[in-house]
């Protein structure tokens, strides 16, 4: 009987404890470090690298968390304290440019042959975007409340420009509304672009990004304007090198009442949870500034209404048909001699005949 040879490595194949590790390490999307038990990383992937440069041979907690002794919760400690076979944990740190990145960070131990702990590994995955995506839903949620108790325009449009502008690290946030005639985009308000093209600097069909989306009804990107094509790049965006963009219709059922638009100076992916964050954030704005412009219309009326309620010549009292006075106009109080107040906390008995309190409060006609 033939004895099967073990395996040779064909002379193309990789070390598995030499090659693959190392792609693998560099490729699966996360930091991984190895801390020995006096807390000093004794290996760290690429990864770890481009986040907090190099760390090797250093103490691990000065240089991920720039503390003088061992963080709060660290997880690499309990696992060589209590012996655990794996601790998650959140952490927010400094990367080596000075950025706060968040990472969840999953410990396990790392055994000798005897089952002691002889070091941790710690698995870094990089949840940056997802926090922010979570704390933009807060605040989007938080923009919800206070929209409604906003009806002065002007305010409200500041207030859709700067959130948005925070909610996504934009250097350049724009609200433009459709013009009366449906014809093309009027600035409303912006931030970093001059504060003199507010309420005159309009795009027309095969303008800019927002037209584009205008006229797609979808939102849009920009990853880099010297290289697009789909549209005319207007000049404020050339004079001022922005490279990148992000634009969202606001949608009114069908119909598209504006867009929000946001540049930046960097080139930048935006990924698909940020638009529709956006996209949501947009939509809002939109009922709200209607509902705004809506609540406007209606004081313009009301005050219409109080001038010629007020300086008519005839005396008018407005009263339910329980009796109760609800309204009177200034000739009605210049007549019976009393203030307003005075009139409106009688009853209309004290001031009518009783035959035609009684008409009134029985909906007839005196």
């Known amino acids: 009987m033939n004895e099967t040879s073990p395996l040779q490595p064909a002379a193309n194949r990789p070390s598995l404890t030499g090659d693959i590790l190392e792609v693998v390490a560099k490729h ?10 006096d807390f000093t990383t004794l290996w760290a992937n690429e990864i770890m690298g481009n986040i907090y440069g190099d760390s090797m041979g250093k103490i691990c907690y000065r240089t991920y968390q720039h503390q003088e002794c061992v963080c709060p919760g660290c997880g690499v400690q309990e696992i060589f304290e209590q012996n655990l076979d794996r601790v998650v944990r959140e952490v927010e740190s400094p990367d080596k440019e000075g950025n706060i990145v968040h990472l969840e960070i999953i410990a396990t131990p790392i055994r ?31 923009f919800s409340q206070s929209l409604v108790s906003t009806i002065d325009l002007n305010s409200l449009y500041r207030k859709v420009t700067s959130l948005s502008k925070e909610l996504l690290g934009l250097d350049f946030s724009t609200l433009m509304l459709m013009s ?20 005159h600097f309009a795009l027309l069909q095969g303008q800019g990004l927002s037209t584009y989306v205008v006229l797609a009804k979808k939102p849009a990107v920009v990853e880099d304007f010297e290289t697009e094509t789909r549209f005319e790049v207007p000049s404020l ?34 990924s698909e949870d940020v638009i529709s964050i956006y996209q949501s954030f947009a939509n809002q704005a939109a009922v709200a500034i209607k509902n705004a412009m809506h609540m406007h219309s209606l004081y ?25 006075i609800l309204e009177v106009n200034r000739a009605t109080c210049e007549r019976l001699g009393y203030s307003r107040e005075e009139i409106l906390a009688l009853p209309l008995t004290q001031l009518v005949a009783p035959r035609i309190a009684l008409r009134s409060k029985n909906g007839l006609k005196s």
């Not at 009366?180 to 309420?199: A, C, H, K, M, N």
């Not at 219709?249 to 935006?270: A, D, K, N, S, Y």
């Open 28 to 37: 699966i999307g996360a930091g991984i470090a190895i801390i020995s038990r």
């Open 237 to 270: 965006v050339v004079e001022r090198n922005i490279r990148s963009a992000l634009c969202v219709p606001m949608m009114l059922g069908e119909v598209v009442f504006g867009v929000l638009i946001g540049h930046t100076l960097q080139p930048r992916m935006f």
């Open 180 to 199: 009366d005639d449906q014809s093309g985009l009027v600035i409303r308000d912006t931030l970093g672009f001059p504060e003199q093209t507010i309420g």
């Open 300 to 324: 313009a009326s009301e005050k219409k209404f109080r001038a010629i309620f007020d300086h008519t010549n005839d005396a008018i009292l407005i009263y339910s048909l329980d009796s109760k």
């Open 112 to 142: 000798d042959a005897q089952g002691t702990v002889i070091a941790a590994l710690e698995l870094c995955l990089p949840i940056t975007e997802r926090k922010q995506n979570e704390k933009a839903l807060a605040e989007l949620l938080t």
